[in-house]
């Protein structure tokens, strides 16, 4: 799709270059023709469509059919901040790999592929073939340093535009979100938010349905070859569940919940392609300027990449009680959890939440104390590698999922753990020093 002015009907007026301001910069005048012209940075999103009193503003293309067979591939956007990849970026490129498997197992119908957008960062690639990446495209450039909405964009668009993917699946970070949306827009194609379950073929995703959801799929056939994206995302809170298909256009593209996908087993001796992309950044293509990185406290509990978590509920009776669960999570080397109760409270930042409307995670151990385990709670930490709940009642439901369990008072219990820890630590320490 695409604006173009029509030379016919445009009588040089200028009221939409000199009265109308185009968000883009997009509209410019020809002295010579003394015509209006649409220049390269229009975005197609419409809004001189009536500013012109004579109608010489049309739209082209709209109702042209994207050819599907162009694209493939899936691509994956591999996160990365000052240089690290983002766990994230790791969990995605294990479901791309199953998506592309899914898609054909041969590879050269199908790859999957990270896309590491930087500064000096193609050192993360080999990171990326090891967690699964096929292939890796590479977009450095100085202006790329730092995230921008304008630069990662212009870049990632320019890129589908050029390789065509077939499915684009970023994290659902305060990045991925941000950017998602923007190229999903360039691109003219769909995009469907917050994933926590992608599908390729019908029969996953029945299989997925039937067990997790009380949707109808009496009318899908199994052995169907639709190899078409079935992105499905808790809506309304949670309380519903949708799945959402992007039939027409390319890519299809998703953001989906960090901590929901696993991981691939690390293999130090993969290897793969890389492909070095041509990028064209301008300065004057990048509208935000960064003044300063700030690394607020809040931001930084990373609960996601955390091995060790410990999570505090209504149980602890009051906002002081997350001193005790700081000092467990310290003494453990682990970070703050907290159940939403206590964020409605007011005891803790909302950065701390997991849960269905909070964080997903899926740490080595979480300790769950003071926590009921009601459903929202345990949609967002039931996939932990070993559950330790602390309740004071026996029946909590925490226990239905908890590997170990203690039934007490969790100020008396943590106490108790945290001593026997040092102890524990003290005995370490005696036996390496007496080797
Ligand atoms: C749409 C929706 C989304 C939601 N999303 C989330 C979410 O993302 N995350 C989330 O956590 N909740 C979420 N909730 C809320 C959820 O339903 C529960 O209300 C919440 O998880 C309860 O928190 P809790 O277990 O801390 O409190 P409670 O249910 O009050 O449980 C407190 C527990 O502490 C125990 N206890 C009390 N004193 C002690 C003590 N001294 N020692 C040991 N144990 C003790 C009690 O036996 C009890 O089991 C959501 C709800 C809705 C409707």
């Not at 240089?83 to 199908?110: F, P, Q, Y």
């Not at 960062?121 to 990171?127: N, P, Q, R, T």
């Not at 009496?218 to 639709?226: A, Q, T, W």
């Not at 960090?258 to 991981?263: E, H």
Request: hydrophobic share 35%.
């Amino acid at each position: 799709m695409a604006i173009i002015v029509n030379k016919e009907t445009c009588r040089g007026c200028q009221i939409c270059v000199n009265k109308f301001e185009c968000p883009f910069d997009a509209i410019e005048f020809n002295s010579a023709e003394k015509k209006a012209f649409i220049n390269e940075k229009c975005t197609a999103c419409n809004a001189c469509l009536k500013v012109c009193p004579f109608n010489a503003f049309e739209k082209t293309g709209s109702d042209e059919e994207v050819d599907l067979s162009a694209y493939k591939d899936v691509w994956v956007f591999a996160e990365q901040r000052d240089g690290k990849l983002m766990n994230v970026a790791k969990e995605l490129i294990g479901e791309g790999h199953r998506l592309s498997r899914e898609i054909s197992e041969d590879t050269s119908v199908c790859k999957v592929c990270a896309v590491l957008v930087g500064d000096g960062i193609d050192g993360l690639a080999k990171e990326c073939f090891e967690y699964g990446a096929d292939a890796v495209y590479l977009l450095e450039d100085p202006l790329l340093k730092n995230f921008t909405t304008d630069g990662y964009t212009k870049v990632i668009t320019d890129a589908v535009h050029e390789y065509k993917p077939e499915i684009v699946i970023y994290g659902a970070t305060h990045i991925g979100r941000d950017l998602a949306p923007r190229v999903a827009a360039r691109l003219n194609t769909g995009l469907t938010a917050d994933c926590t379950r992608l599908d390729v073929k019908v029969s996953s995703y029945i299989d997925y349905a039937k067990k997790n959801t009380t949707l109808d799929t009496s009318d899908l056939d199994p052995e169907s070859d639709d190899k078409g994206l079935k992105q499905t995302r808790p809506a309304f809170g949670g309380n519903l569940m949708a799945t959402i298909i992007c039939p027409k256009t390319r890519p299809q593209m998703s953001t989906v919940r960090p901590g929901v996908m696993s991981k691939r087993e690390r293999d130090p001796q993969a290897t793969g392609d890389i492909i070095k992309v041509d990028v064209k950044l301008a300065e004057s293509d990048i509208r935000t300027k960064i003044v300063e990185i700030v690394k607020a406290a809040k931001e930084m509990v990373s609960l996601t990449d955390a091995d060790i978590i410990c999570s505090g509920g209504r149980g602890l009776g009051g906002p002081e009680g997350f001193e005790l669960i700081q000092k467990f999570a310290d003494k453990v080397g682990g970070v703050v959890g907290s159940s939403r109760a206590c964020v409605d409270n007011g005891w803790i930042d909302h950065s701390h939440q997991v849960g269905q409307t909070g964080t997903t995670v899926k740490p080595k151990i979480y300790f769950a104390c003071g926590i009921s385990g009601a459903i929202q709670h345990l949609a967002g930490m039931q996939n932990s590698e070993i559950i330790v709940a602390i309740n004071k009642d026996p029946d909590a439901p925490i226990f239905g999922v908890a590997d170990y369990g203690i039934v007490g008072d969790l100020y008396k219990v943590i106490p108790e753990i945290i001593e026997e820890w040092e102890n524990a630590e003290a005995l370490f320490d005696a036996r390496q020093a007496g080797k």
